[in-house]
């Protein structure tokens, strides 16, 4: 299991972060998400998801991707 942050630009509100979080669930191999509107991040926890695939998700939503990190731990 993966865990990468995602910084996502032009997030303002709690609905914009619900609308991150639903697109990033629906890929196959997402376990988790965790999308905060105030920091301008979401967490996902994933196996064999590229960071094409949660891109796509991340501008399916409305929004861009700007960087990925892997976190440990």
Same mark, same amino acid.
């Given at each position: 299991?993966? $865990?990468i942050? *995602?910084? *996502?630009?032009? @997030?303002?509100?709690?609905?914009?972060? @619900?609308?991150?979080? =639903?697109?990033? +669930?629906?890929? +196959? %191999? /997402?376990?988790?998400?965790?999308?905060?509107?105030?920091?301008? $991040?979401?967490? /996902?926890?994933s196996?064999?998801?590229?960071?094409?695939?949660?891109?796509?998700?991340?501008?399916?939503?409305?929004?861009? +991707?700007?960087?990925?990190a892997? /976190? =440990? %731990?």
């Open positions: 299991m993966e $865990k942050e *995602i910084s *996502i630009e032009g @997030m303002t509100c709690g609905h914009c972060a @619900m609308s991150v979080t =639903n697109e990033l +669930a629906t890929l +196959a %191999g /997402v376990s988790s998400v965790t999308v905060d509107h105030q920091s301008g $991040k979401a967490t /996902v926890e196996e064999g998801v590229s960071q094409d695939q949660l891109s796509a998700a991340v501008e399916e939503a409305g929004y861009q +991707a700007t960087g990925f892997t /976190v =440990n %731990g």
